[in-house]
């Protein structure tokens, strides 16, 4: 089943890296023991996502050690999962100042400004993070600005790099999205769609289960006018999006995007009534989700 996270859109499965993959330089240089206490409870906590208290433990190392690089950083990955944006912005900035972490924060700082959408900000920091070391992972969510601020060749030239140097279905997913969307501003240059259509190829010759890259190649075939590959797609997608959601055993409310791309892929092979059972799924999901959020405790 490992093929399933392909079913995911790209945005969804570039997930953040754990807390713990940083370098610990301030133990090697004989940080205050009681300092590195908290970091470590800090880290244990933000892995938990019981990030209120890890912001409390990492603050408590900072105030040991307030020149403590590495529970800065850690504190601003805290205050983001938050979306205490403009508090993760100040810890990167710290973090920066310190000279350590440099590839790390300025990317988080980056994934903050995004946040806020202040999109120059976010393209400048990844750029900075991509000078002091080239990442396709880094390079791929400055792509994504560049499409979102509408610089689709700046996009473009970032997915030639990650095709050239990480070839993947997912890179040649995301450079074939970017050309689709290149045509779709003018409907004129028929050359961007045949270069998206060649990369969704590529994306599902190397990702036979990529149940996104068949919806979107169908998409490409109705503009083609090509009916029979393209309802031949949009069936592929369904049956992949069909057995993955009957054979899912971990947590229910995963499947809201399986169900919500499903119901795409139905909505598209003008099966209306068999979209709007999804949708209707997908909402019960949800609700199921906001009520087990609920604090009964304390209404009652």
């Known amino acids: 089943m490992r093929a399933l996270i392909f079913i995911m859109t790209p945005i ?10 940083f370098v ?39 105030e040991i050690e307030p020149k403590y690089a590495e529970a800065y950083i850690k504190r601003g990955i ?23 972490y440099i590839a790390d924060a300025y990317v988080r700082r980056a994934d903050a400004y995004r946040a806020l959408n202040d999109f120059s900000n976010a393209i400048n920091d990844y750029t900075a993070s991509l000078n002091q070391r080239k990442n396709a992972f880094v390079m ?10 509408g610089k689709i060749n700046k996009a473009l030239e970032d997915y030639d790099y990650i095709v050239k140097h990480r070839p993947s279905a997912i890179a040649y997913y995301d450079r074939g999205s970017a050309y689709y969307e290149k ?56 049956d992949i999006l069909t057995d993955a959601i009957n054979n899912w055993k971990d947590n229910k409310h995963q499947l809201i995007t399986f169900f919500l791309w499903r119901a795409t892929a139905y909505a598209k092979n003008n099966n209306t009534d ?27």
């Open 12 to 21: 969804l499965i570039l997930t953040f890296i754990l807390a713990s993959r």
């Open 24 to 62: 610990s330089w301030e133990k090697l240089k004989g940080v205050d023991k009681n300092a590195h206490k908290h970091l470590s409870a800090g880290t244990k906590l933000l892995r938990e996502g019981k990030n209120y208290k890890a912001i409390t433990a990492f603050t408590q190392a900072i």
């Open 78 to 100: 805290a205050y983001y999962y938050l979306a205490h944006y403009k508090e993760a912005i100040d810890d990167y900035t710290h973090t920066l100042s310190l000279k350590q």
């Open 140 to 149: 791929s969510k400055r792509a994504e600005v560049y499409l979102e601020t």
């Open 183 to 238: 045509y779709l501003l003018s409907k004129e240059n028929d050359a961007d769609l045949k270069l998206a259509l060649a990369d969704f190829n590529k994306s599902i010759e190397r990702q036979p289960l990529f149940a996104i890259a068949f919806i979107r190649r169908g998409n490409v075939h109705a503009y083609m006018d090509q009916p029979k590959p393209k309802e031949s797609d949009y069936a592929q997608a369904i």
């Open 274 to 300: 068999k979209a709007k059972e999804d949708i209707e799924k997908t909402y019960g999901l949800i609700g199921e989700i906001i009520l087990n959020k609920i604090n009964f405790s304390a209404i009652l």
